[in-house]
């Protein structure tokens, strides 16, 4: 299995290439030449646990790792110590079980791991890979990245004490919970470093673009990336959809349909990804935030980031994000795969600009995606936390909130939702209370995180201050 970049401009790589490289060098990025088909291989999935269901899957788009070694890889990674948080203890080694709220209508638990969020799915594979493949290579590398909330724990966690191995993470000053800071700025592990920028997520996310666009920095001090613009991430999130399915259903003539919250488009990427390969998909439903810039395209055909100014501060703070990176990677699929399309329309988003497919041959295709979208606004995640908890007994987080939102919306009968979850209650506390006037739990574990002490740097959303930062420690 090859990779090629959404802008042409890259030479073909193998898996192991791409997974430490991050964007291509023509600033694009990282896809299968095609994409593999599994509608033959579907009943001898079924009932597999997930380490031997993430082997069969990844194994179709990682080829230059012998399949014994991947194997072990998931065997190490997909274990029920790993993500022992769920909501029913008995469904632990299910490693992300389905939880029913009424019939037809699940929340697929993704949210069990160390840093009780969905990236854990893909962070803990990520760290074992990295490490597998710089043993192999006697390489060392420096991880560069921005999060939103999720993403930086679940690297942090997943990367800490991994020999070869520096994490600088990026995060917007103040925007996250207290939770989410905790976990990540507490953390003492000499290999992370947390920078806080003055700014948003997307101020962060346009840093780690521009180093990684450098390509003589970029090489000089081996900078890899964790974000979701990291091939192996998506990959290891198509898994998922695999597991849901299979839970969800009695055969595989049936239908489902995937309710995701969504900020930088990974997630869901990663549906859309399942989808061609051949699982039965029958819609993939985008939620977001206040922050609609998706939803405004899968709705108008515009896709129009804003800036920074006009970026929403919200309670469901991962999604607060207006410029989705990985959205890329969707609309080269739209347009047929044609490279000099997507730089064309790059140029004007990486202007500062935006772009419209409305009423043209590209539009025509969009439906046949089978995404469609709706958008949550705080008052109505407060109301759908509120209703989830009185009428099923379930306490759900404000990202799952607006999921549960928008799938309602978009049900179609006889066909099972499933809403993925993507963090525990615990992480947004405040308005978990705002909500229901009482405390999320938390495991014993985690009790008086906020109160440790923490280690941040606070920089303004300036290329050359992150650069020293990194030359600094390398």
Request: with cysteine; net charge negative.
């Amino acid at each position: 299995m090859k990779y090629i970049s959404t802008r042409g401009g890259a030479e073909p790589q193998e898996f192991c290439d791409i997974l430490l490289g991050g964007l291509a060098p023509d600033g694009g990025l990282y896809l299968p030449e095609a994409y593999p088909q599994v509608a033959g291989q579907l009943d001898e999935w079924r009932g597999l646990s997930y380490a031997e269901l993430a082997f069969r899957v990844l194994g179709l788009f990682i080829t230059d790792i012998p399949a014994a070694d991947l194997k072990a890889i998931c065997d190490k990674t997909y274990t029920a110590q790993t993500y022992r948080w769920s909501r029913d203890s008995a469904k632990a080694q299910d490693i992300v079980p389905l939880t029913s709220l009424e019939p037809d209508f699940h929340l697929l638990e993704l949210s069990n791991g160390p840093t009780l969020a969905f990236k854990d799915m893909a962070m803990q594979l990520l760290g074992n890979l990295f490490e597998y493949v710089l043993d192999r290579r006697n390489e060392t590398i420096n991880i560069l990245g921005a999060t939103s909330g999720d993403t930086g724990s679940a690297a942090e966690y997943a990367m800490r004490g991994k020999h070869g191995v520096k994490v600088f993470m990026l995060s917007p000053e103040g925007r996250m919970s207290a939770f989410q800071r905790a976990q990540m700025y507490s953390l003492q592990d000499a290999n992370i470093f947390n920078i806080a920028v003055r700014g948003m997520f997307d101020d962060a996310q346009d840093i780690v673009k521009a180093v990684s666009n450098d390509a003589g920095f970029k090489a000089k001090y081996k900078i890899g990336a964790v974000n979701s613009i990291n091939w192996a991430r998506v990959a290891a999130q198509v898994v998922y959809y695999f597991k849901g399915y299979f839970e969800a259903t009695r055969s595989n003539s049936e239908q489902v349909a995937f309710c995701v919250p969504s900020g930088n488009f990974g997630n869901i990427c990663a549906g859309h990804i399942a989808r061609m390969m051949g699982l039965p998909i029958a819609r993939l439903v985008l939620a977001t935030n206040e922050n609609d810039v998706l939803d405004e395209f899968f709705k108008s055909g515009v896709y129009r980031p804003r800036a920074t100014a006009e970026t929403h501060v919200t309670s469901s703070p991962s999604m607060d994000i207006s410029k989705a990176s990985n959205f890329e990677r969707f609309i080269f699929d739209l347009v047929g795969r044609d490279a000099a399309m997507v730089r064309k329309l790059w140029r004007e988003v990486d202007a500062g600009g935006s772009f419209s497919l409305a009423g043209g041959p590209f539009a025509a295709r969009l439906p046949g995606y089978g995404i469609v979208s709706g958008s949550s606004s705080h008052a109505d995640r407060l109301a759908t936390i509120r209703d989830v908890w009185q009428r099923y007994g379930q306490m759900i987080d404000t990202h799952t909130a607006d999921g549960v939102k928008v799938a309602r919306e978009q049900r179609v009968a006889g066909v099972p939702m499933i809403v993925l979850e993507t963090a525990q209650p615990v992480k947004f506390a405040e308005t978990i209370q705002e909500a229901l006037g009482r405390d999320p739990a938390r495991p014993v574990e985690l009790e008086g995180i906020e109160n440790l002490p923490q280690r941040v740097e606070v920089v303004d959303a300036a290329l050359d201050q992150v650069k020293n930062i990194i030359v600094r420690h390398c």
